[in-house]
């Protein structure tokens, strides 16, 4: 036995001694994201904060995932981004020392600001050996697992090119797109086979709601002027794609981070939720129509109205005159730092999200005390015969 079948074995083992039944048990998992800042490319006071909170109140939760971007990064120095890492990790100990969650506490998604450099992807493994992988080609960026009967499948969208390994200039970032769609299809689909509720995570979301909608899926680029070139046509039909795959096999929700902040929206049936910044400087929402200069307040607005025009209509997003200028009409968001409580029952799972809005005139440093922002239901749908 290799060692990798030997570790995935143990996993799954170590989850079925948690399971009692096929019928899913009710439990709590969290999400967040984007915890990156300034102490060695943390935001430690906002991110320690959310930690502290989250074992005061949340007791009863199994795991965490983290969607991505848990540090700043470099591009030039690899090393520097592993010790970033590992920082991260100092600060979310409180989390891996928690007994009421079960191994390895900590399910994370990798960001584009963990992969700037060839030697990321490799660093970014070593550094969460705890992680294992059951897709091989994407060396333990994408993964899958079963809880309670509820399936878990986590999409590396930030990849790196590495042409020909032997030659370094043959290389550069790959991001906004998923690389290995097929094991990503194919283990969403068996999980539905077999009738088991599914989330699905990624660092990257597929549709931008604020700060970036130049890219995310979508990825049609800060100078977009409407015009869809192959490349363009590329991203857009392997996003339409992705979300097709989810609409098909009746996925709960995909949970993803990359902006800085917290939305939620139904498309088609399913929901995209953003629980987008654990420290990281938060974002406004798209402009609205009439919104023509950037905001002199201290949230990042990426562009005005005239400019996301473009975007708004190719994306086929709600624009115009008292319209909300996103994908769905039920869209709800908060420019607040945030984590998101998915309380998983039989028919339905019930979302919390708890938010701390900044300190005036900031977008990076804590402010109000940790509330409930919002509360809403999403009900499972099941495939016929189950």
């Not at 363009?232 to 992705?242: A, E, G, I, T």
Request: aromatic fraction near 16%; glycine fraction near 6%; include cysteine.
């Amino acid at each position: 036995m290799t060692k990798f079948n030997f570790l995935f074995t143990f996993f799954l083992f170590s989850f079925f001694l948690f399971q009692s039944s096929d019928e899913a048990q009710n439990f709590k998992f969290i999400s967040m994201s984007d915890s990156r800042g300034i102490n060695n490319g943390v935001n430690d006071t906002v991110l320690s904060s959310a930690v502290n909170h989250i074992l005061e109140n949340q007791k009863d939760a199994k795991f965490i995932v983290f969607a991505g971007d848990m540090i700043d990064g470099n591009r030039f120095n690899p090393q520097k981004t592993l010790q970033e890492i590992l920082h991260w990790k100092d600060v979310m100990k409180p989390i891996y020392d928690n007994p009421n969650m079960i191994y390895p506490k900590i399910f994370p998604v990798v960001g584009n600001h963990e992969i700037q450099h060839r030697d990321d992807e490799k660093n970014f493994c070593n550094a969460f050996p705890e992680v294992f992988s059951n897709c091989d080609d994407t060396k333990g960026l994408s993964y899958s697992f079963d809880y309670n009967n509820v399936h878990f499948t986590f999409i590396n969208t930030d990849s790196w090119y590495y042409g020909n390994p032997n030659d370094t200039t043959d290389d550069k970032r790959d991001w906004h797109y998923i690389k290995h769609f097929e094991w990503m299809e194919n283990d969403i689909k068996t999980a539905h086979e077999k009738g088991m509720k599914i989330f699905t995570f990624a660092h990257e979301m597929p549709f931008p709601t604020g700060g970036h909608l130049r890219d995310g899926l979508p990825n049609l680029g800060l100078n977009f002027n409407g015009e869809i070139d192959s490349v363009r046509k590329f991203y857009l039909s392997r996003r339409d794609r992705f979300w097709e795959i989810l609409k098909q096999n009746n996925v709960i929700a995909h949970i993803c981070g990359h902006e800085h902040l917290y939305s939620r929206q139904s498309v088609d049936g399913i929901y995209q939720i953003i629980s987008g910044s654990a420290g990281a400087p938060l974002y406004r929402f798209n402009p609205l129509y009439g919104e023509e200069t950037l905001s002199q307040d201290p949230l990042i607005m990426e562009m005005t109205y005239s400019k996301a025009f473009p975007f708004y209509k190719v994306l086929e997003y709600n624009f115009g005159p008292n319209k909300n200028s996103q994908k769905s009409e039920d869209f709800v968001g908060f420019s607040a730092f945030n984590y998101s409580v998915f309380d998983v029952q039989k028919d339905f799972v019930k979302v919390t999200t708890y938010g701390s809005f900044p300190k005036e005139g900031t977008n990076n440093r804590f402010g109000d005390d940790w509330k409930i922002i919002d509360e809403f239901t999403i009900y499972i749908k099941y495939k016929m015969g189950n």
